[in-house]
């Protein structure tokens, strides 16, 4: 009959656990990026509770291509001997900075680093469902609030803060804050 065939695997806290396999759509994709960008680097994010083991590979300008691939030896084997590019380890070099910056400057919609502005100002006018969009990471970050139309930067040093603190790996899976945390980033426009 296959009632049970649409049921998706779940983690101990609830969350849905994804069922697909590394493509070759995937493999495709990476391989794509990497033939197109310059100084191109491979990241091996490990597996997790929550997501499968990923490979992101960045450019030298930051832009960056994520794709599941199928163990973290495959990742190594496929960066190495099929891209020719060098291969790091995300949990002991992390991600480079240059991808987070990449990121935030596609987030505000500044043009490269040509221009150089530090810091820009929310709106003047916040919604009510911004504003408790902010009150939420600052009471899952556990800081004190922020004042009134806090800066972009402000914001994401908070929201990095809430992140840390409700990550479902740091709370045994248990997904509830750390989707909330979420909502409350889409909310505001923040880049992950």
């Keep these: 009959m ?32 990497a033939e197109s960008r310059q100084g191109v680097e491979a990241y091996v994010e490990p597996k997790t509770s929550v997501t499968q ?43 480079p900075s240059r991808k987070r910056d990449y990121d935030l400057r596609k987030a505000k919609g500044t043009p490269p680093p040509s221009s150089s502005s530090s810091t820009t100002s929310a709106p003047a006018k916040q919604t009510p469902k911004e504003l408790a969009a902010i009150m939420t990471l600052e009471s899952v970050a556990g800081v004190d609030p922020l004042p009134t139309n806090p800066s972009f930067d402000e914001l994401m040093r908070v929201y990095r803060k809430a992140r840390k603190q409700a990550h479902p790996d740091r709370l045994g899976g248990e997904r509830t804050k750390w989707d909330t945390v979420e909502d409350a980033a889409r909310t505001l426009g923040l880049p992950d």
């Design 2 to 33: 296959g009632i049970f065939r649409g049921r998706k695997a779940r983690t101990d806290g609830g969350a849905v656990v994804s069922d697909r396999n590394a493509s070759r759509a995937d493999l495709d994709a990476l391989r794509a990026f």
């Design 53 to 95: 083991t990923t490979l992101l590979l960045v450019a030298a300008d930051g832009e960056s291509i994520r794709r599941r691939v199928a163990s973290a030896q495959a990742a190594y084997e496929f960066a190495r001997k099929k891209l020719n590019i060098p291969v790091y380890d995300a949990n002991l070099v992390g991600v």
